[in-house]
């Protein structure tokens, strides 16, 4: 299908799908716009290690390390309320929460959330797929997603260090009342590194391969209703599975959503390398 016809289809997509809030139908303004990305799009995992030096592989050792460090969690129960969740997110400022303290993310979650939990045997087999593999290209990546049934994935926020509480607070508060999508059901923030003057967000989807990608589309535009202006984008959980990172080869993010000033909203650029994969297996 030509690209051309895959963009009228997201735009379709933020033009016509109609979200339900506390009572009423909002619907995404008929003026958004789809552009055309970029040639730098940084991916914006690259958090706290944005040297020139680092590699792909460094970045994912870095990022499996981070992993096996202790996280502070907050549950959102059906009896937790927004003074509890207030309280823990003041007594755990990202600003503060410092890494070499032993704490890596600080995570909010409901109880249900199991996206994103691949067992070990599964990620073993897709690594071995991808190192047997001849093609290593985008549209490769979206079939092992398909292939292994991976198809989370995450919205990524890199915000500076000054204005990271107030933005994290206004993730954390929209995952306990479900404000992102019925099925956004946890978020994480980076702690405090030395010398580091970003942190990185990531909000959880779970499955940029329905049809349409509306789940996806749909949680940038409830994150852009928050007031929330930073470049974002979006990495599929199987990107971090075969390591793809920034500094790689392969682009680790398949798409960018930018905040318009005049247009008070945000626009989607589609990396070109994923068109026909995402059309073909949203498809399927």
Same mark, same amino acid.
């Given at each position: 299908?030509?690209?051309?016809?895959?963009?009228?289809?997201?735009?379709?997509?933020?033009?016509?799908?109609?979200?339900?809030?506390?009572?009423?139908?909002?619907?995404?303004?008929?003026?958004?716009?789809? *552009?055309?990305?970029?040639?730098?799009?940084?991916?914006?995992?690259?958090?706290?290690?944005?040297?020139?030096?680092?590699? *792909?592989?460094?970045?994912?050792?870095?990022?499996?390390?981070?992993?096996?460090?202790?996280?502070?969690?907050?549950?959102?129960?059906?009896?937790?309320?927004?003074?509890?969740?207030?309280?823990?997110?003041?007594?755990?400022?990202?600003?503060?929460?410092?890494?070499?303290?032993?704490? *890596?993310?600080?995570?909010?979650?409901?109880?249900?959330?199991?996206?994103?939990?691949?067992?070990?045997?599964?990620?073993?087999?897709?690594?071995?797929?991808?190192?047997?593999?001849?093609?290593?290209?985008?549209?490769?990546?979206?079939?092992?997603?398909?292939?292994?049934?991976?198809?989370?994935?995450?919205?990524?926020?890199?915000?500076?260090?000054?204005?990271?509480?107030?933005?994290?607070?206004?993730?954390?508060?929209?995952?306990?009342?479900?404000?992102?999508?019925?099925?956004?059901? $946890?978020?994480?923030? $980076?702690?405090?590194?030395?010398?580091?003057?970003?942190?990185?967000?990531?909000?959880?989807?779970?499955?940029?391969?329905?049809?349409?990608?509306?789940?996806?589309?749909?949680?940038?535009?409830?994150?852009?209703?928050?007031?929330?202006?930073?470049?974002?984008?979006?990495?599929?959980?199987?990107?971090?599975?075969?390591?793809?990172?920034?500094?790689?080869?392969?682009?680790?993010?398949?798409?960018?959503?930018?905040? *318009?000033?005049?247009?008070?909203?945000?626009?989607?650029?589609?990396?070109?390398?994923?068109?026909?994969?995402?059309?073909?297996?949203?498809?399927?």
């Amino acid at each position: 299908m030509p690209r051309g016809k895959f963009i009228d289809r997201i735009r379709e997509q933020k033009q016509e799908s109609k979200f339900h809030e506390e009572g009423e139908d909002v619907k995404l303004r008929p003026d958004e716009c789809i *552009s055309t990305p970029s040639a730098d799009t940084n991916d914006l995992e690259s958090l706290l290690m944005s040297k020139l030096t680092l590699t *792909s592989d460094d970045l994912w050792k870095r990022a499996e390390e981070r992993k096996m460090m202790k996280w502070n969690e907050f549950v959102c129960g059906e009896d937790s309320t927004f003074e509890q969740l207030e309280k823990w997110l003041d007594e755990n400022r990202p600003s503060v929460i410092d890494i070499k303290d032993g704490t *890596s993310w600080l995570y909010v979650k409901h109880p249900m959330e199991t996206r994103g939990k691949y067992d070990a045997e599964l990620r073993k087999e897709a690594l071995e797929a991808w190192a047997k593999s001849k093609e290593k290209t985008n549209e490769k990546v979206i079939e092992f997603a398909h292939r292994f049934g991976v198809k989370g994935g995450k919205w990524l926020i890199m915000a500076p260090s000054e204005d990271i509480d107030a933005i994290w607070f206004k993730i954390a508060t929209a995952i306990l009342r479900k404000e992102l999508g019925e099925n956004v059901l $946890s978020a994480k923030v $980076s702690t405090n590194e030395e010398n580091g003057d970003k942190h990185v967000i990531c909000i959880y989807t779970n499955n940029f391969l329905e049809q349409k990608q509306s789940e996806v589309l749909r949680c940038e535009f409830l994150i852009r209703k928050l007031g929330i202006k930073c470049r974002m984008s979006y990495k599929p959980d199987i990107c971090s599975i075969l390591g793809i990172y920034r500094c790689h080869t392969l682009k680790p993010s398949i798409l960018v959503s930018n905040y *318009s000033p005049r247009e008070q909203a945000g626009s989607i650029e589609v990396e070109d390398e994923v068109y026909e994969a995402l059309q073909f297996y949203s498809s399927l």
